[in-house]
């Protein structure tokens, strides 16, 4: 499905709209690791006291210039604290091309669920 710049599309490829739409904690670990990449755009400090296994960090603020580092060849999952910065990633990263879907309620989302 093809999306317009600044459209946010769920993992299912339904949706369309400018919302922060995801893919859930409980989802995105059932995804193949070795078929995504994941980011955490959330500030190196807070990178180094926890995150995802095997997540990138690259500051939200960072994403258009470190944006070389990301293969457009496979879907994206990014995620801050509590998923709000997320969605800012997301339409920056979909306006330069990428497969890119937040996971709704950041690294919150994980703890609440009690996968990390």
Known sequence: MACEPGQVLN?????????????????????????????????KTDFAKDGLKGAVNIFLHDIVNEADKIDKSRPVYVYCANGSKGSIAV????????EVYNIDGGLNAFKEAGII
């Open 91 to 98: 339409m920056v990263l979909r306006d330069l091309g990428f």
């Open 11 to 43: 993992a299912d490829g339904s949706g369309g709209g400018r919302s922060s739409s995801g893919v859930s904690a409980e989802n995105f670990m059932k995804l193949q690791p070795d078929s995504i990449q994941v980011i955490d755009i959330r500030t």
